[in-house]
């Protein structure tokens, strides 16, 4: 069975700076891997399918990288809306989602 | 302008079968490739996904509650629901139902606003 694992569990950063997340699968999914973004009493928004393409309407300071078992997703420059919890999730037998990583106001 | 939204009751006592309706407009369920998927979210927790139905019916469960879930489709009404038995206090969760979309690579890309179960006698 495959797990998920995302680090930091907390990245505490201010406006403007740069947002590295990651998450670790603990065996091969391949680039079977999207990024979710959830704010607080909202419903997750998929940001990133097959660990590199972004959805529709997702803004280009959102980027993902990897393969495999490692997977960035990264926030090139935080606005006020980008503070939020992310959901990393594999899909290569069943959807699982990671803990989640939450980004808070430095 | 693909939409969802989640109906059911809002509080279940242990024990019993909780059913759950997501209503959906702006796709077909009989579309080759799509599918409509539950993931529930207990409070201050992760997302966890239950079930998914695909457009030709075939049907997939989480390995740790498929002896409890059942998801079924009616493509006439724009309807899929999902009957949880054995409801215990540990399922008390916003539940979500979500598109799972061939434009996306088949992940969740539309998502309802979420129904929140509370289970307690």
């Known amino acids: 069975e495959i797990v998920l694992t995302q680090s930091p569990a907390t990245l505490s950063l201010s406006p403007g700076e740069r947002a590295t997340l990651s998450c670790r699968a603990s065996q091969s999914v391949s680039s079977y891997l999207a990024w979710y973004q959830q704010k607080p009493g909202q419903a997750p928004r998929l940001l990133i399918y097959d660990a590199s393409n972004r959805a529709t309407g997702i803004p280009a300071r959102f980027s993902g990288s990897g393969s495999g078992t490692d997977f960035t997703l990264t926030i090139s420059s935080l606005e006020p809306e980008d503070f939020a919890v992310y959901y990393c999730?594999?899909?290569?037998?069943?959807?699982?989602f990671g803990p989640g990583t939450k980004v808070d106001i430095k | 302008q693909i939409t969802l939204k989640e109906s059911g009751p809002t509080l279940v006592k242990p024990t019993q079968t909780l059913t759950l309706t997501c209503t959906f407009s702006g796709f077909s369920l009989s579309t080759s490739g799509v599918g409509v998927g539950w993931i529930r979210q207990p409070p201050g927790k992760a997302l966890e996904w239950l079930a998914l139905i695909y457009w030709d019916d075939d049907k997939r469960y989480s390995p740790s509650l498929k002896s409890r879930l059942t998801i079924t489709k009616d493509t006439s009404k724009n309807q899929v629901v999902l009957t949880m038995t054995n409801m215990d206090p540990v399922d008390t969760a916003t539940y979500y139902c979500a598109h799972r979309g061939i434009a996306a690579a088949g992940y969740f890309d539309y998502w309802g606003q979420g129904t929140l179960v509370t289970v307690s006698s």
């Open positions: 999730q594999q899909r290569s037998n069943w959807p699982l």
